[in-house]
């Protein structure tokens, strides 16, 4: 097409390599009268070095989140429709195979509400903490439908940032048929270690994006696209960067490439170990606090990414620390607390009776619940549902994971809770340590 830039071309991926370089002529074939014909090659000699680089496959799950505490709602991604949710990040990301796959349904009991904030940060630590009890290395994506009567949400998604772990509002909620799928490729942005793109008045932009009002700078052209049989589309320098809250959107190659460093990042983080451990879910704000914790048996890890870490401490009846770990701080796109979610491995002997998390505004301590476990009464509904409830003065929280595979089903709060699940058999866990198993 006309207009800058004047030429495009796909390379087939199975002809890229390293030591790859590529010149361009001008009417190879001479069909066009021209009198000098020395000056229509670029360069003039050589050619121009096309960097090469392999990215790791993308493996996402996608979780559809229920809203245990906003009537039971559930986020609609299914096998039919996830590709939907990938269109714009395959359009726009550095990304080569993608391994998607939809999960089991996660029930949380956290309002939702509005969208507000502490609600999403409190949502992504427990989806956080779900994709490391899960063992699971690869990237866990919730999707949740906001409850009846809501029709504005103050955010359409959050993720944290160098992180694994996003969630966001379905597709076909907005009016904007592109909003959802483009909040993926947003929050996934911030995954991969990106902050903000300085247009719109987001939280925290990064004060090194070179051209002004979040402009992508240089032309771009949906590869992607073209290569799936559409046409492709131009995209003109002034449009906004993706990263940013101004439209319309595509990516930088100022955030493309320090995407591509960043997945790099992940890639090669150290996973932790597995076994007996405690799982630590807290928040670093003007006050710092902690959620209960549990004792787990796990096969989950917590990875080693570069960034700022809290020390975190596990302690006797006697106050010694008998077990103790540096843990990633995780932050969030909008800003707010900070959060912390991993495990620390406790030996298999060891009496654990508090977590100390210290902050840089003060410490604070959480005791494991103690008091007796008290019955618990659990009715099977419809489709897979099923109501709980116990007197939570005595045991605050409980997690639910499947009796035959592990997997995180729910966290539920304050002695009541609605829940999906296709599990035969649930363990239920409580703060206190001890377990119940429930047959469906």
Partial sequence: RTGAPTVQW????????AGL????????????????????????S??????????PPLEITFIPIVLGGDGGVIGNVTTGNVDQYLITARQVLPLGQVNARVGAPFTTNVVFGGGQDAAWRSILREVEAKRQLDGYRGHYYGVLRPGAGVTFVQFSGFGFIFGRTAVSVQ??????????RETVAHELGHNFGRPHAPCGGPANPDPGYPFPEAEIGVAGWDAWSASTGGRGEYQSPSTKDLMSYCRPVWIS??????MMEGRSVLASARAGTAGRAVLVRGELGESPRLEAPFLVEASG????VPGPTARVEVVDADGAVVAAAWLPVLAADHGGAASVVGRIPVPARVNVAAVRLRAPRGSVTRAFDRGPTPPVTWRAGVAGTAALSWDATRVPEVLLRDAATGEVLAFVRDGAGVVRTPASAVRMQFSNGDTRLVRQ
């Fill in 10 to 17: 796909l390379v087939p991926n199975g002809r890229l390599g």
């Fill in 21 to 44: 370089s590529c010149h361009v002529t001008a009417d190879p074939e001479a069909r066009v009268p021209d009198p000098d014909r020395a000056n229509n090659r670029f360069p003039r």
């Fill in 46 to 55: 050589g050619g121009r070095t096309i960097a090469v680089a392999d990215v």
């Fill in 171 to 180: 597709v076909g909620w907005f009016n904007r048929e592109s909003a959802a």
């Fill in 253 to 258: 190659e100022y955030n493309y490439r320090k």
């Fill in 301 to 304: 890890t917590t990875e080693a």
